[in-house]
């Protein structure tokens, strides 16, 4: 593998938190969803590879890759995967907000390694189907095999309270929280009256 610091384009020296949002930016750039049914599709899919290859070798030279706390979509002390899996557990978040569930659910259920990573995603992936209780056990699962991780206890707290608009580290990917889904339907079932 190249350099990974000059395949994210960041200097060496730069924050965890600079080459997290550079991480993200590219990630959000060469997606391969954004380039389905075009020619470029192939090369976006590559470039996502070499994305999250070079993301996680910084990580794990950084000591990050979960242990320590370091990692993408958080910041701040939250914690990207365990030492396992760390590219295939970004892939799934980017797969989780931008709406292919089925991809992603499908690459939970290979996933070896059920770690507190696997949680937050499959709880975050039964929130955007809509199934809050499983959503709630998952999300909780992963707070408390990950106390110190912050993103998971605010997706914890949020779902005890009944907060269901949590949208934490996934992002708003212009997605309907579950009142705009029940409101839009409303009003479709009124207007085939």
């Known amino acids: 593998m190249t350099d990974p610091y000059k395949v994210l384009g960041v200097s060496p ?6 080459i997290k949002k550079v991480y993200r930016e590219q990630a959000r750039k060469y ?4 380039y389905h049914d075009n020619p470029l599709s192939d ?15 910084i990580m794990r030279q950084r000591g990050g890759g979960g242990s320590t706390g370091n990692g993408a979509y958080g910041g701040g002390g939250y914690t990207y995967s365990s030492n396992t899996g760390g590219g295939q557990y970004a892939q799934i978040r980017m797969m989780i907000q931008t709406g292919n569930l089925h ?11 059920r770690n507190a990573e696997w949680h937050f ?8 189907k809509g199934w809050l209780d499983q959503a709630r056990q998952h999300i909780n699962q992963a707070a408390s095999m990950e106390p110190n991780n912050r993103e998971y206890q605010t997706a914890a707290q949020q779902m005890n309270s009944g907060g269901f608009a949590y949208r934490g580290g996934m992002g708003n990917s212009g997605g309907m929280d579950m009142c705009d889904c029940c409101t839009a339907l409303m009003c479709l079932n009124c207007m085939c009256r």
């Open 13 to 18: 020296s730069a924050s965890d938190d600079e």
């Open 31 to 34: 997606h391969p969803d954004n």
């Open 43 to 57: 090369l976006a899919q590559e470039k996502m590879k070499e994305i999250n290859e070079a993301y996680d070798a």
């Open 103 to 113: 991809q992603a659910e499908q690459m939970l259920n290979a996933a070896q390694d």
């Open 121 to 128: 995603l499959m709880g975050s992936l039964c929130y955007r």
